[in-house]
Each structure stands twice: as C-alpha cells, then as structure tokens.
C-alpha cells in the first residue's frame, strides 16, 4: 500500500443543521456556502488522513492469488479458451499448409498449360488458315516452352464410323462412331500422355502422307485392338488405316482416349482436315503467363488479336482464394469455440464474485476504492484468458506440424499468429469479465458485509 491521496476532513463533528446556515455554513466542508475566506480558514483546523492506493504490482499479486487460491476451477475455466484458441491456431494453420499444397500440386498440373484457340477461315474460293503446321516450330523456340503440339478437328469429324475389319456380318456390331483428328508428332508430350502400345506416327509418316492412325486407350478397347503386332488396320469411310500405336495416360484433352488420331497430310488428303484449330503448350512453372502473350504473335504474325489464347490464373491468386474458401469454411468454429470459453470465463468470474462478497466488502470497509475492486476481477479474468491463449497457441502449433508431417507436407506457421493469440486470449478474458467486475465495484461495504 502507498499513501498517495490527502483529504480533507473537520476536526469536531458537524451538526447538519449549521450547514444549512449560511453565516457559519463557510467553517466546514461541504457547506452550501463555502467561500474563498472560509476554505482559507479551515485549512488550520483541518487534519491529513492518507487513502491506501495499490499500484499495478499489488493489484498483479492480488490478482494472481485469486486465480491459485482455486486451481482446480480456474484450470476448468481456462480449458475453453484453450479450445478456442487452439482451434483458432489449428485452423490458420491447417488452411495455409493446405492451400500450399493445393496450390503446389495446381501449379504442377494446370499452371503450366496455355492453349491457343484458332477460329476457322473466312469462307472463300482458297481460304488461307491463321496458322499452319510449322507455326508448331516457332512457338518451340519460345522461351519457356516445354513441349507444343497443333491439332485440327471439325464438327464434320467429330461423329465418325470407325470399323476394326471390312467384314459385315449381320447381327453384329460392325463399328464405333469416334472423333478423328489431325495432330502433329509432338502430340504425347503435349497432353502428357504415353504409348502404352507402338509408337506414334513421325515426320516421315507425314511427308509420306502416309495412311496410318494412332488410337486412344478407350478406342482401342471399344474396337477390340490390344496389340498392333499383326499390324491392325481400322476403315474409316471405306478407307484403311494401318494402326501403329495406342495412346494413353493423356492429363490434357482426355477425350483424345476415345478418338482416332491421324497425320496431318493425311487426314487433309483424307477429310479435308488441313486447318489448325488449336494449340497446346506446356510451359516451365512461371513463365506461362509470358508465354501466353507470345504464342499468338509467333502463330499468326499481324493476326495475333484474332486468336484466343487460354492461359492459368495467377499462382498467387489461387493460393489466396484456396486459403480463404478454407479458412471462411473453418474459422467458424475457433470462433464459436473462442466465444463458449468467453461465456465460461464470465460465468466462472461471476460466481467468484458472489463467493467473495465479504472479502469485497472488507477490502472497500478498508479503504479500497471501486476502481481498485474493478480491476482486481478485470486482472483474474485477463490472466486466465492469457494463460489460455499461450496454451492454446503451443497446442496448435503442435498439432499442425504433426498434421504436416503424417500427410508429408510442409507445415506452414505464421510468427504474428503465434504472438497475436495469447494477446486474442487475454482480449476475451477482459471482455468476459467487464459485467462481473462492474458488479463488485458497485457493491456498498455495508450491504457486502451484511451478507
């Protein structure tokens, strides 16, 4: 305790009917006519009296004895904000790693894919395409290019029979209606795919015009061709096709797996199939964007605005929009964990306080003020969300590196998390213990004595 406040006091008792006097009512204090020479007066009669006052370390200690005096509830009423804050902490973190690895795994699959739509030719006696063939070698000398392939198609293509043999017998199913195409040679590498069987089709096959056709995986199965070691044929429009591959496993254009792949030259000779409609590029991770500007001026020189080129979104962008789905999905429950430990902290305070009404009433019969009563509570409840929210933080934390590393990720914990929750857990025990200590100061000593 520290003196720090002087008052004032009369040194006899003072009848209340000479106050209302206004010849004597100046000799005392109080008085309803209290004048400059009566103060001046009163100030040789009157006598010190000191007011104990507590500074923050006495109020700390008060505090914290309150808090130990009852381990047992106070350890129950700090378990919801641990929950809270340890679901807070949990689920920020949880949602970063997570969206890092989603995002991780988008940039490896979809970041590095640019595709270039090419509208058809004007109608006209000798329609001339945007781009032609060897457009596919201009965009290949780009730099960040990993791989780029030209393919054409029709709707006049899109529906057509495809026969294994040329034998009709009645009854049976004699072909499949699939989708033919043209493409260029590089084609497996730019939709990621492999030959499961043979080989695909080469340049020598399109000087040659060659009539030979690649199948996918689907067609294949759907045709009943499993191997092309007795060199298989399929007749397309009365027309035989010698099959020398099957390709599979395709990331981009899957529905390559159910269509009949030919040599441009061929197909041109064939069915007409000789404009390029689209262009597939496979980039090194960030340079797509790059890319994506630069592929149609290397396509169609002068002609590039006509061209639609299809590119990824930024990184950056999906990786914040994956971690806030993730994050507006989750943090509800921190939230209504964080607010039922609030709950549980003012109950818990409450009830403290009206278990303590005598030892409030005795502290203010000593000379505490209501300030001091406040922030005696507002300093318990406080410690106990402090002590939740650091508990809290540590638990969560914990557990989100031992998410990270069963699930093989790379945890990812932010330093202003781990600060800001401990202060989040002291904010909610003010909060929660504004109402019960307003009740304890209002208490008259009196009445708390009393009861």
Do not use: C
């Not at 056709?213 to 009943?224: I, S, W, Y």
């Not at 030919?262 to 000779?269: G, K, Q």
């Amino acid at each position: 305790m520290r003196a720090r406040a002087r008052v004032l006091e009369p040194a006899a008792p003072v009848d209340p009917a000479d106050l209302m006097d206004p010849r004597i009512a100046d000799r005392y204090p109080g008085g309803r006519h209290t004048t400059r020479r009566g103060r001046a007066r009163r100030r040789g009669r009157a006598r010190v009296i000191e007011r104990p006052w507590m500074d923050f370390r006495d109020l700390w200690t008060e505090a914290l004895a309150g808090v130990l005096a009852r381990p047992m509830r106070s350890a129950l009423t700090t378990l919801g904000t641990v929950l809270g804050i340890t679901t807070l902490v949990i689920t920020i973190g949880i949602s970063a790693t997570a969206g890092n690895q989603i995002v991780g795994r988008f940039d490896a699959l979809t970041a590095t894919s640019v595709t270039v739509v090419v509208p058809p030719p004007p109608p006209s006696a000798d329609p001339v395409p945007l781009v032609d063939w060897s457009g596919v070698d201009a965009v290949r000398r780009l730099a960040g290019v990993d791989s780029v392939a030209a393919i054409a198609d029709s709707t006049a293509t899109a529906s057509v029979q495809v026969r294994a043999n040329d034998v009709v017998s009645p009854g049976d199913v004699t072909g499949q209606t699939m989708a033919v195409l043209a493409a260029s040679p590089t084609l497996p590498a730019a939709v990621r795919g492999r030959m499961t069987a043979g080989r695909f089709f080469d340049d020598g096959n399109i000087a040659g015009h060659d009539r030979v056709a690649v199948l996918g995986d689907q067609a294949a199965r759907l045709l009943g061709i499993s191997s092309i070691q007795d060199s298989p044929a399929v007749f397309l429009k009365g027309q035989a096709y010698t099959v020398i591959g099957i390709l599979g496993g395709a990331e981009r254009e899957q529905q390559l797996s159910t269509a009949v792949i030919l040599p441009p030259t061929t197909a041109e000779d064939q069915l007409g199939l000789g404009a390029v409609t689209r262009v597939l590029i496979n980039t090194a991770l960030g340079a797509a964007k790059q890319v994506g500007h630069q592929a149609p001026i290397a396509l169609a020189p002068g002609a590039e605005d006509a061209l639609t080129v299809t590119a990824p979104p930024d990184p950056t962008k999906a990786r914040k929009g994956v971690q806030g789905d993730v994050n507006g999905l989750f943090l509800v429950l921190g939230l209504v964990s964080l607010v039922v430990g609030a709950i549980g902290i003012a109950n818990v305070t409450l009830v403290t306080v009206m278990e303590r009404i005598g030892e409030i009433g005795l502290r203010r019969a000593l000379g505490a003020s209501r300030r001091q009563v406040a922030g005696q509570f507002l300093v318990e409840s406080t410690t106990i969300g402090l002590l939740g929210g650091v508990i809290g933080a540590v638990l969560g934390m914990v557990v989100v590196v031992a998410v990270s590393a069963i699930r093989d990720w790379t945890p990812v914990l932010d330093v202003r998390l781990a600060l800001g929750a401990p202060v989040a857990g002291a904010l909610v025990g003010l909060l929660a213990g504004l109402y019960p200590s307003l009740r304890a100061s209002r208490m008259e000593p009196v009445d708390a004595l009393r009861s």
